[in-house]
Each structure stands twice: as C-alpha cells, then as structure tokens.
C-alpha cells in the first residue's frame, strides 16, 4: 500500500501565488507517473499537471505557463507550483501517483479570491 499526504492548500488573492506538496510513503518500488487533478463541485475531476518516471511533464491548456509540477531526487514526493493564480483555479486539489495501481491522496481546497 502507498499513502499519500498532501499540504500547502489555502487562500490566496487573485495573482498570487501557492505551492502543493504530496509525500508518498509505504510500500514504493517503482512510480510509474505522478500528477495533480482538481475537481470543481458537481464536477469530475481533472488533470492539471503530471510527471512522468522520465520526468517528462504535461500541463493542461488552462495552467500551462503558470503551474509547475516537479519532484523531489528521491522521487517520493511531487510539488506543484501555482503563480498568477486566478478566481476560476479555486478548486480542490488531489495528488495522484501510479504505481501498479493507482493512488489519490485526501485533496487539499485551493481558493483563489480577493
């Protein structure tokens, strides 16, 4: 089993800036990909950012060249940076990884507003 515990959530003017990070411990051999997803009430939950064990990342259209994904050498944590945040960023925020299976941690809510 993998456990993930994610931190840095809050409140936060529009255009400014916040930094999540997701730990993973437990049984790791081998992440195949990390990422963060955000749902919005009634909502499915999508993906905003991932990284693969390559380290190749991908970003979806409406975060890219704000959010950065990235992860620790040990490669047992993974952060995203979020600046230039807006109103409709303002959502909650899940890690992901897959390993064998796929993992979620518990969300941490994202509010972006003035």
């Known amino acids: 089993q993998v456990q993930l515990v994610e931190s840095g959530g809050g409140l936060v003017q529009p255009g400014g800036s916040l930094r999540l990070s997701c730990a993973a411990s437990?049984?790791?051999?081998?992440?195949?990909?990390w990422g963060w997803y955000r749902q919005y009430p009634g909502k499915q939950r999508e993906a905003v950012a991932t990284?693969?064990?390559?380290?190749?990342?991908s970003y979806a259209a409406s975060v890219k060249g704000r959010f950065t994904i990235s992860r620790d050498n040990a490669k047992t944590s993974v952060s995203l940076q979020m600046n230039s945040l807006k109103p409709e960023d303002t959502a909650v925020y899940y890690c992901y990884l897959h390993q064998t299976w796929d993992y979620w941690g518990q969300g941490t809510q994202v509010t972006v507003s003035s």
């Open positions: 437990g049984n790791i051999f081998r992440i195949n990909k």
């Open positions: 990284i693969l064990s390559g380290g190749t990342t």
